[in-house]
């Protein structure tokens, strides 16, 4: 995929050059051509810019989906198309001080490839002619803002509002919109009606909203409380009525089922795991560290771990007649949210049939978390658990479930949560590596320190410290041992697991581990604690993050590591 990018000072270097050229042509043609190339001289300012455009739009990047991501890439825009048309004197324009003026129906005049492919933001002008076929849902997306106003794709996310998004669109501005802005047409917040949350929560970003688990209160017991439980959510949080709601069970192999919470709770056995869950971006902090890259910047808290209850995905599609034994080449359920962008593009995930249906896969249809009903957040009145699978497959709001031969198709699935070699970077990524990638199910072997905290201060003679954290491995793999070291990994002590009693691969939930650890004799400083823990396939976790970073940030798994210190004697 190929991600365009545009420098703001070579753009106004080459707008003082271009005026300097056509100072004799009319006045009206000179106010037109703004920002309309970059000279070849400047291929390299322009590369340099373009990768930093484009990792300043993605480190605030939210799993950005085809709506949201309409206008992600937007230092991309080429002007070529908007030289021709001023020269071709196509345009329809009234000149108001230095710019062009274009009414309404002359953006929706250019609503085609054909025609040029324009769109308004507060009252600018823009042409995006040349960026539809770059942009990362497909052009058909960016073509529903085609001839009209991108106003309600850029209130989705909320980082597109900031000033330097703002400076680098303006490069590409045309012209203005008659009269402005129309207030009659204010978009209205998507975000207007979100719950409310707990203010310990650690806030990452606030629309959408996705924040995570306080670090003092992660593993210190079984389960994590509900209110503090992390949120990610990729768009606004839907509002469902529980008498009105409904499940659409199709695809191949199956009959057509629509079945309502009722029925679910009524027909079907009861069944609870318990089970972590964690974001695909778990710990990105760390490799932010090493190089900054797209996504939220969690650091160990995007993890908890819940008993979740509902019925099991297998009894509900035997229910809808699928017979595994006869599934005909089906090799994916997918599954679809009721939380959608403006162009009413679902979030949604899939994961394999064998997953789905297997008689140890305990894939739930959820409606119950920690014995308490589903809050909105984490999905009232249904959501999906896939236990051992990474948090992105878990889809909240579920409203569909599509047995199929296919992935879903999703940005989230097709453009997302897909990890490359550390030499892949936004600007070198193809379309064919988007494709060629598996998309993320298990999660890697991980750990973290939860205890003490990082910069901790110990009084001066102290000989050991408390130290407690979490470990676990996707697939459900158990995890049968963690090491900790006082010492940056030069020595190991091995830490006691609190939960190590779950079944052989089916070791959904996380393991809590602890220890007294002795510190270097006589020591004072600073001190780095470090752990790392090893799963029952042997997996272990790398030392550092370098070869495993990756431009996406996802499945960090490296040593988690802390800095402490002791008072030197005074």
Not at 358 to 371: Q, T
Not at 427 to 435: H, I
Not at 449 to 456: L, R, S, Y
Request: aromatic share 8%; with cysteine; charged share 20%.
């Amino acid at each position: 995929m190929k991600r365009l990018g545009r420098s703001l000072n070579s753009a106004l270097l080459h707008q003082s050059r271009q005026a300097q050229r056509t100072a004799s042509a009319a006045p009206s043609q000179t106010q037109f051509i703004r920002t309309l190339s970059v000279l070849p001289s400047q291929a390299g300012a322009e590369k340099q810019h373009k990768q930093a455009w484009t990792q300043h739009l993605l480190r605030l990047g939210l799993g950005l989906g085809a709506g949201a991501s309409l206008f992600a890439a937007y230092g991309g825009f080429s002007s070529s198309h908007c030289e021709q048309q001023a020269s071709a004197g196509q345009t329809k324009t009234a000149q108001s001080g230095s710019r062009p003026i274009y009414s309404e129906d002359d953006v929706a005049e250019h609503a085609t490839k054909d025609t040029g492919v324009w769109v308004t933001y507060q009252g600018g002008v823009y042409d995006v002619t040349n960026w539809v076929d770059q942009h990362p849902g497909g052009g058909a997306r960016i073509m529903l803002a085609a001839g009209g106003a991108i106003d309600p794709f850029w209130a989705m996310y909320a980082q597109h509002k900031t000033a330097e998004v703002r400076k680098i669109l303006e490069t590409y501005r045309i012209g203005d919109l008659e009269g402005g802005a129309d207030p009659s047409k204010q978009v209205a917040d998507p975000y207007a009606n979100e719950p409310k949350r707990h203010k310990a929560l650690l806030v990452r970003s606030a629309k959408p909203f996705n924040a995570e688990t306080p670090t003092d209160a992660l593993g210190s017991g079984p389960s994590t409380p509900n209110e503090l439980f992390y949120v990610r959510n990729h768009l606004p949080v839907p509002h469902v009525e529980p008498a009105a709601y409904s499940l659409r069970i199709e695809g191949e192999g199956l009959r057509h089922v629509e079945l309502s919470l009722n029925d679910l709770k009524t027909k079907f056995k009861r069944h609870s795991v318990s089970a972590a869950m964690q974001c695909s971006g778990n710990r990105r902090h760390g490799m932010n560290e090493v190089k900054k890259i797209q996504g939220l910047d969690w650091d160990i808290g995007a993890i908890g771990s819940a008993e979740w209850s509902g019925v099991k995905l297998r009894d509900v599609l035997r229910y809808a007649g699928f017979d595994e034994d006869n599934s005909d080449g089906v090799a994916h359920v997918q599954f679809e949210g009721l939380d959608s962008d403006i162009s009413g593009t679902c979030y949604g995930a899939s994961i394999p049939i064998d997953k789905a249906m297997g008689s140890h896969g305990d894939v739930i249809l959820a409606f119950s978390m920690n014995g308490r009903t589903l809050s909105t957040d984490h999905g009232f009145p249904l959501r999906l658990v896939v236990p051992g699978v990474t948090g992105a497959r878990s889809v909240k709001w579920l409203s569909r479930i599509i047995t199929s031969k296919e992935e879903s198709q999703a940005h989230w699935q097709q453009h997302d949560y897909k990890a490359f070699s550390p030499g892949v970077t936004m600007d070198t990524v193809t379309e064919e590596d988007w494709r060629s990638a598996p998309a993320l199910q298990e999660s890697p072997v991980t750990s973290a320190i939860c205890e003490p905290a990082n910069g901790a201060q110990l009084e001066e003679g102290t000989e050991e410290v408390a130290v407690r954290g979490y470990a676990y491995s996707g697939g459900g793999r158990n995890i049968i041992r963690v090491d900790v070291s006082p010492d940056g990994g030069k020595t190991w002590h091995v830490a006691t697991l609190d939960n190590p009693g779950q079944l052989p691969y089916r070791a959904w939930d996380w393991t809590r581990w602890h220890l007294d650890l002795p510190l270097p004799k006589d020591h004072s400083g600073p001190l780095e604690l470090c752990c790392r823990a090893v799963d029952s396939s042997y997996n272990t976790q790398p030392d550092t993050v370098a070869p495993i970073w990756n431009m996406r940030g996802i499945v960090n798994n490296a040593w988690h590591r802390i800095n402490i210190s002791v008072r030197a004697e005074e």
